[in-house]
C-alpha cells in the first residue's frame, strides 16, 4: 500500500523538494499552493500524513490545522500533522500544538529527519 503524504506549501521549491524526498520512499505526494486548498483536499483526498507550513498566503497553517480538527471525525481527529515552518521563535512549536498539530519541524528541512517523522505515524514502516 502506498501512503498519501499532502503537503500545504506555497513556496515551490520547498514542495519540489519534498516530493522529490517522499516519492523516492515510494509515497505518493499531494501538494496544496494555500491553506484553504490544504482543508479541501483533506476532505477529498484523505491522506495519511499531512505536512504543513505555517506561513501560508491566505489562512495560515495554524487556522488550517484547526479547521481540520473543527471537523470532529475519527479521520480529522486522527489524522497526523507535522507543523513544516521557518518559525523558529520561543514559543512557535507550543503554537502549533496548541492548533492540532502533533509534531514541529523547523526549516530548512533535513530530508532524513523528514523521513523518520513521516514514517513514524505510518504503520508497518520503518
Known sequence: MA???????DNPDNRQLVKRA???????????VN????????DAQTPDVILLDINLPDIDGYEVARRIR?????YT???PIIAVTANALKGDAEKALAAGCNVYMSKPINIRELWARVEAFLPGVS
Do not use: H, Q, S
Open 3 to 9: 501512503y498519501k503524504i499532502l503537503y500545504v506549501e
Open 22 to 32: 517522499l516519492e523516492a520512499r515510494g509515497y505518493i505526494f499531494m501538494g496544496a
Open 35 to 42: 491553506g484553504l486548498d490544504g482543508v479541501t483536499m483533506v
Open 70 to 74: 473543527a471537523k470532529d471525525t475519527p
Open 77 to 79: 481527529t486522527n489524522v
